[in-house]
């Protein structure tokens, strides 16, 4: 038995607005799965393309006191998803802050949000996975950036869908074993680094509020950051967009 209280919905707006506005109903560790979602959203307000069945959107509250264990949640789910893949054959690389990409391109993106003053500490983590999208599925601006799991089998329209149901069993054992195992946060981030896009003094870029910094990534941090190196400067970073720049 799992920790987790599992609600499924054929159709919501977005499982991480229906988990805020009920996050006093809910206990903690509510899963909330939409297998469509009308207003799916990514970070910095973007949309999340899921009006359609092919991929799997979940959420989970958490309801947390504690302000270092909120920070830990995040991270060991995106290592969970990055575990799940290796499992079953592929090479996810961990995009920081909480992407993984297979073969240069996004299937999962993660969406955490949360409140972390006072004693009434929540955070929300958001996961879409692609799952059975074929090419022409994405919207034309993501059509050559994201790809799904049976694109990454080779397959296509006439195959049968692979079940996001049982994706969503096993992500979800994963998950409950790591949260059960506990591993420190600077554990966690070691772990992370191992499935890196970026190796240590790679050319990074990343934009964050409106500016750009190209510089050389050096690490992860256990505070959430990223640091890098610019013009022989140290720099860190807690949100924006990371680019990698092609050699
Ligand atoms: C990103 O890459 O910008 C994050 C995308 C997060 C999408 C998931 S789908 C389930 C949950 N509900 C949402 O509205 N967003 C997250």
């Known amino acids: 038995m799992s920790r987790f209280n599992i609600i499924t919905l054929n159709k919501c707006s977005s499982t991480n607005d229906i988990l805020k506005e009920k996050r006093d109903f809910y206990p903690s560790f509510t899963v909330l799965r939409c297998k469509i979602q009308s207003k799916g959203r990514g ?17 989970i509250l958490i309801k947390e006191t504690d302000n270092e264990n909120i920070r830990f949640y995040p991270l060991s789910i995106t290592l969970s998803i990055l575990s799940f893949f290796e499992n079953i054959g592929f090479s996810p690389e961990y995009q920081w802050p909480n992407d993984i990409y ?3 391109k996004k299937i999962v993106g ?8 006072g004693d009434k500490n929540y955070l929300i983590v958001g996961v879409g996975i692609n799952i059975n999208h074929n090419k022409q599925d994405f919207p034309e601006e993501i059509k050559e950036k994201a790809v799904s799991l049976k694109m990454l089998k080779g397959e296509d329209i006439s ?3 692979i079940s996001t149901e049982d ?13 059960k195992t506990n591993d420190s946060v600077i554990t ?6 191992k499935y890196s896009r970026f190796k240590k003094k790679e050319p990074i870029n990343i934009k964050e509020k409106g500016k750009e910094y190209k510089g050389y990534f050096l690490e992860y941090r256990s505070d ?24």
């Open 43 to 59: 970070r910095w307000g973007r949309e999340w393309f899921s009006d359609n069945d092919k991929g799997l959107y979940f959420s």
């Open 224 to 247: 959430g950051g990223i640091l890098i190196e610019k013009n022989g400067e140290k720099i860190k970073l807690y949100e924006g967009d990371v680019l990698k720049i092609e050699k």
């Open 102 to 104: 297979i073969k240069g």
């Open 110 to 117: 993660i969406l955490s949000e949360g409140v972390y003053k």
């Open 167 to 179: 994706i969503f069993t096993d992500i979800l054992e994963i998950i409950d074993k790591n949260f």
């Open 188 to 193: 966690i981030i070691k772990n992370l680094q």
């Open 159 to 161: 195959t049968k869908d």
